[in-house]
């Protein structure tokens, strides 16, 4: 038992019992052929699925798209799904067979990328029966190639069920495009199973029962700190409590590496943005100053500081930064999604 491990779980004895969302993705999974599983960085989503997928002992490929290059190629997909099948015994018998199918059908002169396309497609065929998940799917949006069609096709043509996760939930939904008529998958039946932080007593007792597996005590006031600064996010209590166990740091130095982690993530990201980053990061330290701002609050301050800003872009940033899940909106006012992203954003950014 160790609910402390820095990696996503993949054990059921190390699983913090999420009762609630590991039945929804066990009736989404039986009863349809799509599952999206949504959350913010650091909710549980990768560990819930892993977990849950090694207890059904159903054929899966789990491929994490956080590991395809920023701009996605066929090639770099199909890579990864061939990786990946290469771990186990059942992968590699599969990719055996597929090699020796690829021999015959080599020197029809396929043009190069409608080949990579075809062997995809015959890596997915030989998948029948299985379930593919695809971590961090909003990945695959940044691509010449049009994934979501690909999608489209596994879910029509084949019997693979698809489980699609990812933390920047608005990009994923903008590359799902479920909802629009013109988008390949378009009216495909799914179910979403959303992760949310723990509530307050929940992050206590997952607290002191991993105190309890480290076999250390832990002085009260010093777990009522952490729930304080965390706010349930799975991710962080596990951070904290492995810190704790392993270095006996204190709190405050603790909190102050997960802030950096954080706003490190967040840099990665906005690089993005190119020039535009200044203003992202201008819009992020009001939002974190003031701790729920409005939109005038927001449009001044940049202002002030990088001057004028026209209300489309203002509102393509504001966008961008909640769909990527750094923000959240609140009735009119915008915050940080994660009280220790708010915390490094103001000690870091
Ligand atoms: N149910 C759980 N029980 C124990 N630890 C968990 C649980 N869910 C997540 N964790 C821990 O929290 C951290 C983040 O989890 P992860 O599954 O990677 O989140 P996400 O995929 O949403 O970013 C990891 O260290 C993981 O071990
Ligand atoms: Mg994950």
Redesign the pocket.
């Known amino acids: 038992m160790n609910?402390?491990?820095?990696?996503?779980?993949k054990r059921k004895e190390?699983?913090?019992?999420?009762e609630r969302e590991w039945s929804a993705l066990d009736r989404a999974l039986k009863k349809g052929k799509m599952v999206i599983v949504t959350?913010?960085?650091?909710?549980?989503?990768?560990?819930?699925?892993?977990?849950y997928m090694n207890e059904s002992r159903k054929k899966y490929v789990y491929l994490n798209c956080r590991l395809l290059p920023p701009v996605v190629s066929l090639n770099s997909f199909k890579a990864l799904i061939e990786g990946e099948l290469a771990k186990n015994s059942w992968g590699i018998r599969l990719l055996q067979n597929l090699k020796s199918a690829e021999v015959q059908l080599a020197g029809f002169g396929l043009k190069v990328d409608a080949k990579s396309e075809e062997s995809v497609l015959r890596t997915l065929k030989a998948l029948e029966g299985s379930v593919l998940v695809m971590?961090?799917a909003q990945a695959l949006r940044m691509s010449s190639y049009r994934f979501d069609s690909l999608l489209a096709y596994i879910f029509d043509a084949t019997d693979i069920k698809l489980i699609i996760?990812g933390?920047e939930v608005g990009l994923l939904y903008r590359f799902l495009r479920l909802e629009d008529p013109e988008a390949p998958l378009y009216g495909r039946a799914y179910s979403e199973v959303r992760?949310n932080p723990l509530s307050k007593e929940k992050a206590k007792e997952?607290l002191l029962r991993?105190f309890e597996q480290e076999k250390i005590t832990v002085n009260e006031k010093v777990i009522e700190d952490a729930l304080e600064k965390l706010d349930g996010?799975?991710?962080?209590?596990?951070?904290f409590g492995?810190s704790l166990a392993t270095g006996g740091l204190s709190v405050e130095k603790i909190y102050e590496r997960a802030s950096k982690l954080a706003v490190d993530e967040l840099k990665k990201a906005l690089k993005l943005y190119g020039s535009a980053e200044r203003r992202y990061s201008e819009a992020l330290r009001i939002v974190a100053t003031l701790s729920s701002a409005s939109w005038s609050e927001i449009k001044r301050g940049i202002e002030a500081k990088l001057g004028k800003i026209t209300d489309s872009t203002l509102a393509n940033i504001l966008r961008n930064l909640t769909d990527a899940g750094f923000v959240k909106k609140d009735g009119n006012k915008y915050k940080v999604a994660d009280p220790v992203l708010q915390h490094g954003i103001l000690a870091y950014l």
Do not use: C, H, N, Q
């Open positions: 609910y402390f491990s820095p990696e996503p779980k190390d699983f913090f019992d999420m959350g913010l960085r650091r909710y549980g989503k990768t560990s819930l699925i892993m977990t971590d961090e996760s933390s992760l997952f991993g996010v799975i991710g962080w209590l596990a951070y492995y």
